[in-house]
């Protein structure tokens, strides 16, 4: 039976072609935009999603709820990256992606200090956040400017 398994994968992929390539961004597409909408919807939802397993247990004003708040901002911004990249003809840049990914956390740090009240170390981990952002954005503005666009 894996032999049976093992010629049928080998002909998909050998011709049908470019076909694959479409699907493959077919499904990657789908994985980025579920990934945005669960990550915005976890952000901005008053509750979590009940129908989650993974949020299941979950009571409000905890810090495991901020948490989730937080790195829900990941999701988001891994999301849209992932759709970036699809769509994009251009490499997207290592410190574009740690700007995108820091920004969407502190979004979602926002949404969890909004949502699920102040804490001491979420107002704390939010400071250093925005300076991570802050110096984030500085060393990628000063490595934009040292490129050398006379090739």
């Known amino acids: ?5 093992r010629s049928f994968f080998h002909a998909c992929f050998v011709y049908v072609g470019s076909f694959m ?16 909408v669960m990550g915005l919807w976890a952000m901005f939802g008053p ?10 247990g979950v009571e409000r004003y905890t ?3 901020n948490f989730i708040r937080t790195m829900s901002g990941v999701f988001v911004a891994s999301g ?15 410190g574009t992606v740690l700007i995108y990914m820091c920004a969407f956390m502190l979004l979602g740090k926002a949404c969890g200090l909004y949502y699920e009240g102040y804490h001491f ?11 991570t952002l802050i110096g984030l954005t500085i060393v990628h503005r000063q490595r934009k400017n040292l490129l050398n666009y006379d090739l």
């Open 47 to 56: 509750e979590f999603v009940s129908w989650y397993p993974a949020f299941d």
């Open 80 to 94: 849209y990256i992932l759709v970036r990249f699809i769509f994009s003809s251009s490499k997207v840049q290592l």
């Open 63 to 65: 810090p495991l709820a």
């Open 121 to 131: 170390h979420d107002v704390i981990a939010s400071i250093l956040g925005v300076l």
């Open 1 to 5: 039976m894996d032999g049976i398994w």
């Open 21 to 36: 390539s479409v699907i493959i961004k077919g499904y990657l597409l789908i994985i980025g935009v579920t990934s945005i």
